[in-house]
């Protein structure tokens, strides 16, 4: 059977399943309690997904949370993903969900089992949308308050919240949070790396690229497919060309979708330009973090490339941006209906080095980038 046949059996099964449990359970009556003026010993923070920007979107629920709880015991609720993504982030225990079929089906009453038995003072649904898993496990972790969006999946919760009106992605959990009636303050998504990760990142980037002194410029060539948000080979290879004539160095990363076309990129950039896979996502993050800049399309490593502390060039092909795309704190956003150029992101990317005082190099004479015969 193929993968997509079982994710689609397996979401199947789920949706049957809440339904049975929906009709076999009462709705919760609301509860009224000033957060701010509780004391709870164990917080359970929930955030049900699999996509790399939406874990680390969710980063800022941790810090807020342990700012306003400091000698609470925080734990968390994520995929594979996020428990790599937040390590070294303030929380206690990591609890792994899993979408491998048919396991995912069945998983979630053994991790609720072991979550009831923590006896939980507080669950929050930290998505900032109204997730049906994130509404689940929160629901039936057995906490005394559980926490989340008011909406059509609130059923299992006791305090419901009117969902914010801010719609931006990076600033809609804070203000989830306030809307709880505890402390908030503009925290965006945040990686923290040890020393040792930070001269590893360094040393692998400065191996790829060789000596010289410049600006270091990374583009990441990938983006959803199913989402329209990959742009075409042809563009990065214009992109990245250009970027080595006239700023500094550049690598080009591909991730796990794009691997089949890594000879292509090398053939068609020669050896100038090294295009690097690296499958770790921590060291692909530390690796970016030692760069000046990031380009990318909107994805994953764009959120990536922010948390991790890297100034970005993001470039959208769809109207969205002001809905997922980072604030201008942390990147340039690029959106043209019609596209944006080579020339526009190029540009930016120059004006971009030169406000962090990072001087470029002058316009030098290259040859154009090969084609694939």
């Known amino acids: 059977m193929s993968v997509p046949f079982l994710y689609k059996l397996n979401k199947t099964i789920s949706g049957v399943a809440s339904?049975?449990?929906?009709?076999?359970?009462?709705?919760?009556?609301?509860?009224?309690?000033d957060l701010s003026r509780e004391t709870f010993r164990k917080i359970l923070l929930v955030r049900g997904n699999f996509r790399m920007g939406d874990s680390l979107?969710?980063?800022?629920?941790?810090?807020?949370f342990r700012k306003n709880f400091p000698d609470a015991r925080i734990d968390f609720v994520g995929s594979p993903m996020s428990r790599t993504l937040f390590e070294n982030l303030p929380i206690d225990r990591h609890y792994e969900i899993t979408r491998r079929f048919p396991d995912a089906s069945w998983s979630y009453f053994s991790l609720l089992k072991r979550i009831r038995s923590e006896r939980y003072d507080l669950a929050v649904d930290v998505s900032?949308?109204?997730?049906?898993?994130?509404?689940?496990?929160?629901g039936f972790s057995g906490a005394r308050l559980?926490?989340?969006?008011?909406?059509?999946?609130?059923?299992?919760?006791n305090l419901r919240v009117a969902k914010p009106a801010e719609r931006n992605k990076y600033r809609a959990l804070p203000a989830f949070v306030a809307a709880l009636g505890l402390t908030s303050e503009e925290i965006f998504p945040l990686m923290t790396f040890t020393p040792a990760e930070q001269a590893e990142g360094k040393r692998r980037m400065e191996t790829a690229l060789g000596q010289g002194a410049g600006p270091i410029v990374a583009v990441f060539v990938g983006g959803r497919v199913?989402?329209?948000k990959r742009l075409p080979s042809e563009f990065f290879i214009e992109l990245a060309t250009a970027l080595r004539r006239s700023v500094a160095k550049v690598a080009?990363?591909?991730?796990?979708?794009?691997?089949?076309l890594i000879d292509f990129f090398r053939r068609s950039l020669g050896p100038d330009i090294p295009v690097l896979f690296e499958p770790s996502v921590r060291m692909f993050a530390a690796m970016v973090a030692g760069c000046d800049l990031f380009v990318t399309a909107?994805?994953?490593?764009?959120?990536?490339?922010?948390?991790?502390?890297?100034r970005t060039v993001a470039i959208f092909q769809k109207a969205d941006h002001r809905h997922w795309g980072p604030p201008?704190?942390?990147?340039?956003?690029?959106?043209?209906?019609?596209?944006?150029?080579?020339?526009?992101?190029?540009?930016?990317?120059?004006?971009?080095?030169?406000?962090?005082?990072?001087?470029?190099c002058a316009e030098r004479a290259q040859p154009d980038a090969k084609r694939l015969a």
Request: positive net charge; glycine residues 10%; charged residues 25%.
């Open 226 to 228: 199913s989402r329209r």
């Open 19 to 33: 339904g049975i449990i929906n009709l076999m359970t009462p709705r919760s009556p609301d509860v009224e309690v």
């Open 128 to 138: 900032g949308s109204q997730s049906s898993m994130g509404a689940f496990v929160v």
């Open 252 to 260: 080009v990363f591909v991730g796990p979708e794009e691997k089949s």
């Open 57 to 64: 979107l969710a980063s800022p629920a941790i810090l807020l």
């Open 328 to 360: 201008e704190s942390l990147a340039r956003i690029i959106y043209r209906r019609s596209g944006a150029t080579v020339e526009e992101i190029l540009s930016a990317c120059r004006q971009e080095l030169s406000n962090r005082g990072v001087a470029v």
């Open 146 to 157: 559980r926490a989340g969006l008011r909406g059509k999946r609130d059923r299992w919760l």
């Open 298 to 310: 909107d994805s994953g490593p764009m959120h990536l490339a922010c948390a991790a502390g890297t």
